[in-house]
């Protein structure tokens, strides 16, 4: 149903009827992720919208509350309008996204026509960064390293275990020396992610990679590492701390009037970025900073407005953009799985159903479309998911470490257990969402970590328990989708532990952290993970302690919805789709993003109508920016 009261609001400012009903699909198409809606054509009639009667039409463009103009993606300034509509080039735009849209076309399209005329990385340099390695397998990753010097936007694609993280650092190592070289002052860099927790798994992976260029197999010479230590130092945060947020509608810090102090900005899990966020960081940018964008662009789009990275990647794709670069070689040591990803990725039920057969009992389909089909899975999973926490400790009290607190090694081991399998959900809500699902699989777990015996439970909390963080504090230093688990002590205390890497002199306060001490237990998640992150190279994976009652905004973890995945891996997933194949939210890319969570095993809870479904429907978002960045001068 369309937005009444954005409907109402038209008719209450003198709008004709024509475009209070146009205004209210447009806003209720924003909610979907809608930045622009298709006035004719095929695209046209998105949500259950009726076709636009002419006579509609020419109200609509002749009402005073809309502005009507072609924007041409290389004019110098996007037209900026001054009604609370806009109908620029067949769309038409709620005022703000209008303007995100424009923004956003200029600044990406005048960084990629201004990518300078600096030569390429050298080949003795990139030798040197790849062990030598010229094979077909790290072909792409070497010419993102070339191909990066003077981009002022550049943007690297690929999937799970594609090396994105991997060919990041050497590329910011190469940037780093190359400056260097030219006599200027030491380049500043800054790390970014839409969500903390993303920044803090993005700084951990440029740490596990370092730790084997400086000392494992992949060594480099010593003259390359102070470039490696650089690269390293480079703080990393929430873009909306990079930015400098105030706060909910208070703007940022920083602005094209005070930008970023920074020469290199490197994003993390840009598929998650929206077309708002992303106009705020490029206005944010200095004219000649270097903005790096990572991602999947065959992931789930941002929760907000817009799919900029699969716009982005689109346009520059079609216009052999020497800006972009796609990683398609997976370096996962198991690569059962890969021939299914893939098959879902490009929509190709045939591959898929192949794809399936191939990986033998690595992929399981459970047919699912009525509750007690779901119900019998359920119990199945929860069995599964309760021998693995026993087997990784979690059921039992900790033991004490050498110092007396709960051992780490132990801590440690419990939290892995937790990525040993998950259910992943399209829906949140509902008799087949996430929520639902997880008290199915929580009474189980609670009860065989009691041995049955439920009066030993404390409220909602036993030993066993995982909890997923839903909101940031970073107080706490806890960010929304970081997942706990609740352990008992050797004193008997509940304790809710969390993985976070942590500073190296912080290390010995945080394991410190203890059920039964709640101030000492809260301090050290404070002491440490400010995410303004410490310097990589300082920081080590420690587990830290909170008192159950003293947590953030948390649910339980067994069952989490899809979206809440991304960017999180586990052994197996168990993907739970809605049951009805016409529900709008089932689409490929949902799938893909549930299916490549997994490292070695799937299994797809779902009708074989509503696999199809999801795999034959790929995820549109209306916009106009796709055809803003293919109307520059690239193409
Ligand atoms: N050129 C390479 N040679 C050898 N191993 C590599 C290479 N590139 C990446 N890898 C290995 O592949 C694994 C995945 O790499 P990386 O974490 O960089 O990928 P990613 O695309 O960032 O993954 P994800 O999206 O899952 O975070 C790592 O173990 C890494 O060491």
Request: glycine residues 10%; proline residues 5%; hydrophobic residues 45%.
């Amino acid at each position: 149903m369309l937005d009444h009261t954005v409907a109402r609001w038209v008719r209450a400012h003198g709008g004709s009827a024509a475009l209070a009903e146009l205004a209210g699909w447009a806003s209720l198409a924003d909610g979907h992720g809608d930045s622009a809606l298709p006035l004719r054509g095929e695209a046209a009639g998105r949500h259950g919208m009726p076709p636009l009667e002419d006579d509609a039409m020419e109200q609509v463009m002749a009402d005073p509350m809309v502005t009507v103009v072609t924007t041409g993606s290389t004019q110098a300034a996007p037209a900026v309008a001054a009604t609370p509509f806009v109908v620029d080039s067949g769309y038409f735009y709620l005022l703000r996204n209008h303007l995100h849209e424009g923004v956003v076309a200029r600044h990406a399209n005048t960084r990629r026509a201004g990518a300078g005329t600096e030569p390429e990385g050298s080949s003795a340099d990139i030798d040197v960064l790849f062990h030598g390695d010229g094979s077909g397998r790290v072909a792409a990753q070497r010419a993102a390293v070339a191909q990066v010097p003077g981009k002022r936007l550049f943007v690297l694609t690929g999937g799970p275990g594609t090396g994105k993280t991997t060919t990041v650092l050497r590329m910011l190592m190469l940037l780093l020396k190359r400056r260097a070289g030219s006599g200027a002052a030491p380049a500043v860099v800054r790390i970014g992610a839409p969500t903390g927790k993303a920044a803090q798994r993005l700084s951990e992976s440029l740490r596990d990679g370092a730790r084997l260029m400086r000392d494992g197999q992949t060594r480099l010479p010593e003259d390359w590492h102070p470039w490696l230590d650089a690269s390293l130092n480079a703080p990393a945060s929430t873009l909306h701390r990079l930015l400098g947020s105030r706060g909910h509608g208070g703007g940022f810090v920083h602005h094209a009037g005070n930008p970023v102090p920074a020469d290199i900005v490197i994003v993390d899990e840009a598929s998650m970025v929206d077309l708002a966020m992303l106009r705020h960081l490029l206005e944010a940018l200095r004219e000649d900073a270097a903005l790096i964008l990572v991602g999947d662009a065959d992931q789930l789009t941002s929760v907000g407005t817009g799919s900029v990275l699969l716009d982005l990647v689109g346009a520059m794709e079609a216009a052999a953009d020497p800006g972009l670069v796609r990683l398609s070689h997976s370096f996962r040591a198991d690569q059962s799985l890969l021939p299914l990803n893939e098959a879902v990725r490009l929509g190709d039920i045939d591959a898929f159903e192949r794809a399936v057969i191939d990986a033998g009992d690595q992929v399981r389909r459970v047919q699912i479309g009525a509750p007690h089909e779901l119900d019998a899975a359920l119990a199945t999973w929860a069995r599964s998911l309760a021998d693995g926490l026993r087997a990784a400790g979690a059921f039992s009290p900790l033991p004490r470490g050498a110092d007396g607190a709960p051992d780490q090694v132990a801590v440690l081991g419990a939290l892995d257990g937790l990525r040993e399998r998950q259910l992943l959900c399209a829906l949140r809500e509902g008799e087949f969402g996430a929520e639902a699902a997880n008290r199915h699989l929580e009474s189980s777990v609670r009860a065989a970590s009691s041995g049955g015996a439920l009066s030993l439970t404390r409220g909602e909390w036993y030993a066993g328990r995982a909890v997923m963080i839903t909101r940031n504090d970073y107080t706490a230093g806890l960010f929304n989708g970081d997942v706990g688990i609740c352990l008992e002590d050797a004193d008997g205390a509940l304790g809710v532990w969390f993985a976070v890497t942590v500073a190296a002199s912080a290390a010995s306060a945080a394991s410190a952290g203890s059920a039964a001490s709640a101030g000492s237990a809260a301090s050290a998640g404070s002491a440490i993970d400010d995410d303004a992150a410490a310097p990589a190279t300082e920081r080590s994976r420690r587990a830290v302690c909170f008192v159950p009652g003293s947590l953030p905004d948390h649910q339980g973890g067994f069952a989490i919805t899809i979206h809440k995945s991304q960017g999180s891996e586990y052994r197996e997933v168990a993907v739970l789709l809605p049951p009805d194949p016409d529900n709008r939210i089932l689409s490929r890319q949902l799938l893909y993003t549930g299916i490549s969570r997994a490292r070695q095993k799937v299994q797809l809870w779902a009708s074989d109508a509503v696999l199809r479904r999801a795999i034959s429907t790929p995820a549109r978002r209306s916009s106009g920016l796709r055809a803003r960045l293919d109307a520059s001068q690239w193409s």
